[in-house]
């Protein structure tokens, strides 16, 4: 909690106290003797530094007296500072009246309704004590809290992405060293889609988010460059609805379905993926389907070869409670369907 919000809360409190003591003057319910020589408001005044002295004494050990492990011990510190207080309360009120306002010595009499009164005053004051520095320490101890999930979450998330990054780095540069390999013409051309995708994997995706654009861009170029590899046109559906420059998402966060569909997709169907996206102003949608070669053993459990958990924990820490992936292994065709809901 903000140093300005712990002073605030300190302030309406002793605004509300003070108010409290006021409240029979408020309502016009005071008998007229008490208000001569404003002796009601200097009694308010005196009670109100009092409470000021006893609250803050309470306030600031009541941290040390709940760290002590021993009761018997704790309770008797309890008891000792309840009695200080008192003790210091009980002439500093007696000399208010004495000496500062003046009254009478045969008005000063400390009766045991005086004692009790302060003593009732002091474990009033201790508990209000108590209660707000049990409320400030609880809202300390939440953002404390809040601030160690966010950094594992992050350092989670960054070991994640981490993992993403050199997979499609080293798969790209097989693609370039088999078109070198075979002197392939489209080799050129594929160095300069790689330079595309080294340039969004080690610049743009180190955001936390980029332009729907951005990622739809560095998609194509991974599809283009698979393509050139395989030397089969048409291959690859890629529909796009709705309105991608406007919106954001995380980066690298759809390339894995896609490289999945490439790694696992038979062949000898054209198209043999099929992608969608659709982008609004309320959900994205992404879809990847592809054929399946025979034989293959289940898919669902390696998307892009970083593994499925991988995806779905980077999708619980970047958008929890606003997601769902949907993951359909079937005989023939694969699929993964990917919902985002976006910020309000």
Not at 118 to 145: C, P
Not at 243 to 271: C, S, Y
Not at 302 to 328: A, D, M
């Amino acid at each position: 909690m903000k140093k300005k919000y712990r002073i605030l809360i300190h302030v309406v409190y002793w605004i509300y106290i003070i108010n409290q003591g006021l409240f029979p003057f408020y309502i016009n319910k005071l008998d007229a003797s008490l208000l001569e020589n404003f002796q009601y408001f200097k009694d308010v005044f005196i009670n109100t530094v009092l409470n000021v002295f006893s609250f803050y004494s309470i306030y600031f050990s009541f941290p040390y007296l709940i760290k002590m492990k021993v009761k018997p011990v704790g309770i008797l510190a309890v008891i000792i500072l309840i009695g200080v207080v008192l003790m210091i309360r009980l002439p500093l009120n007696f000399g208010f009246w004495k000496y500062i306002v003046k009254v009478p010595a045969k008005d000063l009499v400390i009766e045991s309704g005086w004692i009790w009164n302060e003593f009732r005053l002091v474990i009033i004051t201790g508990i209000y004590a108590v209660l707000i520095r049990f409320m400030i320490d609880w809202f300390e101890s939440q953002k404390l809290k809040n601030e160690l999930i966010n950094q594992r979450q992050a350092s989670e998330l960054a070991l994640l992405r981490s993992q993403v990054n050199p997979h499609f780095l080293f798969n790209t540069l097989n693609n370039i060293y088999s078109l070198v390999y075979k002197k392939s013409e489209e080799a050129p051309a594929a160095v300069m889609k790689l330079s595309k995708i080294m340039r969004y994997m080690l610049y743009d995706s180190n955001s936390d988010k980029v332009q729907l654009e951005k990622e739809v861009e560095y998609l194509k170029s991974f599809i283009e460059l698979q393509e050139l590899r395989s030397n089969q046109e048409r291959y690859v559906e890629f529909r796009i609805d709705g309105d991608i420059e406007h919106q954001t998402i995380a980066p690298m966060l759809l390339i894995p379905f896609v490289e999945n569909a490439f790694k696992h997709g038979a062949k000898n169907h054209t198209p043999g993926i099929v992608i969608q996206l659709i982008a609004t102003s309320d959900f994205l949608s992404f879809r990847v389907e592809n054929f399946k070669k025979k034989n293959q053993a289940a898919q669902a459990d390696e998307i892009g070869g970083i593994g499925l958990q991988n995806i779905r924990r980077r999708l619980e820490l970047l958008y929890p409670g606003k997601h769902n992936l949907s993951i359909e292994d079937g005989e023939d065709m694969f699929k993964a369907d990917l919902y985002i809901k976006n910020d309000a």
